[in-house]
């Protein structure tokens, strides 16, 4: 299909640009400090619809809504006290809050659901979107539905680029996974829906365990965790353990590991996501390496899992989706 999407560089004249194309209802690709995002006008149901059909993203699945600050959150959902504190300390950031909307917040954003997932982001780009606009922008991911995220305004032109008109370049995303959902319903009893890079001992909250049956209700509320499978590139993905090496490697495969080995598989391409080791670098480049080993024509893709603890958890909860068959 024809591409028709322009990358725009974050001058003032494109943030107005983008601003305009807001107000007129389009949907736009926007960078963000996680990934990069799909954005509407959350206030307005047409621009809400325009999301799920650009991304084809059933409407069950709700979309996040993000504001340029917690007041003006304040006005679309309920705040309670650890909502607040953990806004305060958090916000603008990587952090993702479920709470009690209000009327204002269309059921199409919650799919039908009395709750809104909020966050106040903190990319400068973005933020300087969302000042000159008087309503908040609901985004997903800005992927095909169940494809590896965007880190990379250049991703999104070319899975997005035949359906949208324009997006932002805010350079590669700084963490390069999703937002960190906390479903605050509960005050007394917050539960992580989603690890992100906000850890659960920075917040100071336990990861609750998945439960294993679905509702339809759950399956809206706990967030991708109940999509076995998503983030899946086209190259099938097999994982192996930290530290370890990978089983069953042939010569058309690569080999994805944390940091250079000391020894690998001679017969099969081999990367390192980061020189370090250091778990933020390497959740930074992992969609961005997958991405584009995607457009080479590896049979498998070999990843070693991260370091479980930190932004690890959300690295290896991404690439075990990654990795799941599909159904
Ligand atoms: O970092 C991020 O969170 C990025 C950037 C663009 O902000 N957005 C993102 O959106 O990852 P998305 O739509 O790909 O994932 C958000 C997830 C949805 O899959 C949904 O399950 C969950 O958030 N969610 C949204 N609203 C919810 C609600 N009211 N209750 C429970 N879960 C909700
Ligand atoms: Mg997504």
Redesign the pocket.
């Known amino acids: 299909m024809r591409h028709v999407c322009k990358i725009l560089s974050p001058t003032a004249e494109n943030l107005d640009l983008c601003a305009d194309l807001l107000r007129d209802e389009a949907v736009i690709g926007v960078p963000?400090e996680?990934?990069?995002?799909l954005a509407g006008n959350a206030l307005c149901e047409s621009s809400v619809r325009k999301i799920f059909e650009v991304k084809g993203?059933p409407l069950i699945?709700?979309?996040?809504v993000?504001f340029s600050s917690i007041e003006d959150a304040e006005v679309h959902v309920e705040f309670n006290q650890c909502a607040r504190e953990l806004a305060a300390q958090f916000w603008p950031g990587?952090l993702?809050l479920?709470l009690p909307?209000k009327a204002s917040i269309s059921d199409l954003v919650?799919?039908g659901?009395p709750?809104?997932?909020v966050?106040v982001?903190g990319h400068p780009v973005f933020r300087s979107l969302l000042e000159r606009l008087d309503f908040p922008l609901a985004?997903?991911?800005?992927n095909p539905f169940g494809y590896v995220?965007p880190t990379l305004a250049e991703h999104v032109e070319s899975t997005l680029g035949d359906r949208i008109l324009v997006v932002l370049d805010g350079g590669a995303c700084d963490h390069g996974v999703?937002?960190t959902?906390v479903?605050l319903r509960d005050p007394d009893a917050p539960k992580i829906?989603?690890p992100?890079p906000i850890s659960a001992e920075a917040l100071g909250i336990q990861i609750t365990d998945t439960p294993q049956t679905k509702t339809p209700e759950q399956t809206?509320?706990?967030?991708?965790g109940m999509l076995t499978q998503h983030y899946s590139p086209n190259t099938p993905i097999q994982l192996f353990s930290h530290g370890e090496q990978p089983n069953g490697v042939q010569g058309s495969d690569a080999i994805v590991y944390n940091t250079k080995p000391a020894s690998s598989e001679p017969s099969a391409d081999t990367f390192w996501l980061s020189e370090s080791g250091d778990l933020a670098e390497i959740a930074h480049n992992l969609f961005m390496l997958i991405q584009k080993m995607d457009k080479a024509s590896y049979t498998r893709l070999h990843v070693e899992r991260a370091a479980d603890e930190g932004i690890g958890v959300a690295i290896n909860d991404r690439l075990s989706r990654a990795a799941a068959k599909r159904e």
């Open positions: 963000t996680t990934v990069y995002g993203r699945d709700p979309l996040i993000h990587a993702t479920i909307k919650t799919a659901l709750s809104a997932a966050r982001p985004a997903p991911s800005a995220s999703e937002s959902i479903d829906l989603r992100g809206a509320q706990a967030a991708p």
